[in-house]
C-alpha cells in the first residue's frame, strides 16, 4: 500500500491540466468581477442629473 501511494503522489501526469484549470478559473472571477464593478460605476455615473458628468457637459 506504501508503495502505491508513493507512486500516486511522485506521478505528475495530468497536474498542467489541473493547473490550467485554476488558473483559468481565478481569471474568469476577476473577470467577472471586473465586469459588474464596472457596470456599477457607469450604472451610478449616468444615473442622476446633478453627476459630474451631466455638470461636465452643460458647461
Not at 506504501?2 to 485554476?22: C, M, P, Q, S
Not at 457607469?42 to 455638470?55: E, M, P, V, Y
Request: hydrophobic share 50%; with cysteine; net charge negative.
Amino acid at each position: 500500500m506504501k508503495t502505491v501511494l508513493l507512486r500516486f503522489l511522485e506521478d505528475e501526469n495530468g497536474t498542467t491540466v489541473v493547473e490550467y484549470a485554476l488558473i483559468i478559473c481565478v481569471l474568469s472571477l476577476t473577470i467577472i468581477g471586473g465586469i459588474s464593478q464596472v457596470f456599477n460605476t457607469l450604472t451610478w455615473l449616468f444615473s442622476d442629473n446633478s453627476s459630474r458628468l451631466a455638470n461636465a457637459f452643460a458647461q
